[in-house]
T-cell receptor, first 112, second 117 residues
Framework: LAKTTQPISMDSYEGQEVNITCSHN???????ITWYQQFPSQGPRFIIQ???TKVTNEVASLFIPADRKSSTLSLPRVSLSDTAVYYC?????????????FGGGTRLMVKP | EPEVTQTPSHQVTQMGQEVILRCVPI?????FYWYRQILGQKVEFLVS????????KSEIFDDQFSVERPDGSNFTLKIRSTKLEDSAMYFC???????????????FGAGTRLSVL
């Protein structure tokens, strides 16, 4: 599994755009990049997944450069309820049943 | 939106007692998982289950742990003789069958907080 590195914590204010970057220099050709969100005392929640370029859904956007050695999760106009831990996972997610390996994640604190 | 449900939300037990944590995965999912998270630490994989057998397990999942799908809806994790260090949040997850549109997106329950005294 490719090792990921992401900031331990970030602070933001309501209404701002937040970008969390994850480094994954050893990403393999068949690896996908997946982001999960975890609120206190809750299970992780899938946010977005991508392989290359840009993916957007109703919650976030995921930017992946051509070399795929990093990715950036972008949260538009955050609110207090976006305060959570965000995990970047890299693995061969094209096959169901694979275990997920969580790192320490990025603890995002959104302030009023 | 379909969700994974776990019961109980909080389980308190004495050291050495057996506990069973219960999960109802999303109905059309066929892969099931258990993870745990000790307070302040990372989410750790325990076991995955498919077609009525264990697919993969971690070093944490020793002989004290077992999983079962007793009927068509429930998925359980049993700890035979709990230790103090088993105190953690236990998360159940499920995912769809592998296919061109399935990218191993796992859906997690809210967890069971296990407190071993």
């Amino acid at each position: 599994l490719a090792k990921t590195t992401q900031p331990i914590s970030m602070d933001s204010y309501e209404g701002q755009e937040v970008n969390i970057t994850c480094s994954h220099n050893n990403i393999a050709t068949n690896d996908y990049i997946t982001w999960y969100q975890q609120f206190p005392s809750q299970g992780p929640r899938f946010i977005i997944q991508g392989y290359k370029t840009k993916v957007t859904n109703e919650v976030a956007s995921l930017f992946i450069p051509a070399d795929r050695k990093s990715s950036t999760l972008s949260l538009p106009r955050v609110s207090l309820s976006d305060t959570a831990v965000y995990y970047c996972l890299v693995g061969a997610d094209n096959n169901a049943g694979n275990m997920l390996t969580f790192g320490g994640g990025t603890r995002l604190m959104v302030k009023p | 939106e379909p969700e994974v449900t776990q019961t109980p939300s909080h389980q308190v037990t004495q050291m050495g007692q057996e506990v069973i944590l219960r999960c109802v995965p999303i109905s059309n999912h066929l892969y099931f998982y258990w993870y745990r998270q000790i307070l302040g630490q990372k989410v750790e994989f325990l076991v995955s289950f498919y077609n009525n057998e264990i697919s993969e397990k971690s070093e944490i999942f020793d002989d004290q742990f077992s999983v079962e799908r007793p009927d068509g809806s429930n998925f359980t994790l049993k700890i035979r003789s709990t230790k103090l260090e088993d105190s953690a949040m236990y998360f159940c997850a499920s995912s769809e069958v592998s296919g061109s549109n399935a990218k191993n997106i796992q859906y997690f329950g809210a967890g069971t907080r296990l407190s071993v005294l």
